[in-house]
């Protein structure tokens, strides 16, 4: 019994992230598909926005003397369209994605492959909006029991439209699909601390460690991660850092200051001010190299021929600098 259920546990593992999305730069992005909740809730919102914008029109044509009364529910459903229709495909070409609907729900569309959004993916997704979802509302309203062949032909088309965002983990309905696009949840943006912005303990030299860019090109992403946990465990415990904690310092430090060929010597004090200086420098020297297109794993991007890391590369030690 225990074979089965772990190939398919396996098969679940290999499945992909809905949550996950691959823009062309090749750089992972996390974001949560946006619940069904969320997205009727922001449907909701644009149809109250656009019905007040057709009432609102509707009533100055009537008080202007250009309608009659019998002609005023015709000329709602005319205004109605007319709004509608342009609404969301402007909405969302101008606000990248968000009607103002969805702006309040904080959620937007995007294209599935990380691309940008094109004109021609939301205004066909929006083009299909009429048939999944205003077409078979209208017609609810037309029903009678003289027609039951259309009305069970309506229902069965409301019940697969309601069905389809179910039936696929990122909660894409038909339009989703024709245009390419889904719809997720915005994030909020929360920094977090930078371990090189936190007091040194009383004692400590905070200035003058100054860095060359040939010192700094030793060193890669994974040695950056692993200097940045030994940094952090070293402030959970203030100005009482444990005496094996002083000898991981004292180690590390030494082991930098001779690799990047640092000349002046580092007091035992000193020890954590110079390794929060390096980390300050080498995260900053990082990024900017990243943002001109070079992305270094680790400490053996030279050997490997190549920006980033491949399958096979070496790998420094667990916790080695």
Do not use: C
Not at 7 to 25: C, G, I, N
Not at 293 to 306: D, L, P, T, V, W
């Amino acid at each position: 019994m225990k074979l089965p259920r772990l190939r398919f546990r396996r098969r679940r593992a290999e499945r992909p992230d809905p949550h996950r999305l691959m823009p062309p730069e090749g750089v992972p992005i996390t974001l949560r598909v946006a619940t069904i909740g969320a997205r009727f809730g922001a449907q909701i919102t644009d149809i109250l926005i656009t019905t007040v914008a057709a009432v609102a029109l509707l009533l100055f044509t009537f008080l202007s003397s250009l309608t009659g009364s019998n002609t005023l529910i015709s000329l709602f459903v005319l205004l109605f369209f007319f709004i509608r229709v342009p609404y969301y495909a402007v909405t969302e070409l101008i606000w990248n994605g968000q009607t103002l609907g969805k702006k309040m729900m904080s959620i937007k569309v995007v294209s599935e492959d990380g691309g940008p959004l094109t004109a021609h993916a939301l205004v066909a997704r929006n083009l299909m909006k009429e048939a999944e979802i205003f077409l078979p509302g209208t017609l609810l309203f037309t029903l009678d029991a003289a027609t039951p062949l259309v009305s069970l032909l309506t229902f069965g088309w409301i019940l697969a439209t309601l069905i389809v965002p179910l039936a696929n983990p990122r909660r894409r309905r038909l339009g989703d699909m024709m245009a390419g696009t889904y719809v997720v949840q915005l994030p909020v943006a929360v920094l977090l601390a930078d371990v090189s912005r936190t007091a040194p303990p009383a004692g400590a030299k905070t200035e003058g460690y100054r860095f060359f860019a040939h010192q700094l090109d030793h060193y890669g992403v994974f040695e950056l991660q692993t200097l940045e946990d030994l940094l952090r465990a070293a402030e959970r415990h203030g100005k009482m850092i444990p005496p094996l904690q002083r000898a991981a310092l004292a180690t590390v430090a030494e082991r930098v200051r001779k690799k990047i060929g640092y000349g002046e010597t580092v007091p035992e004090a000193e020890h954590l001010a110079f390794l929060k200086a390096f980390y300050k420098a080498q995260r900053g020297h990082l990024e900017q190299r990243q943002l001109f297109g070079e992305r270094r794993a680790n400490k053996f991007h030279r050997s490997n021929g190549n920006n980033g890391g491949t399958k096979g590369e070496k790998r420094p030690e667990n916790g080695q600098i």
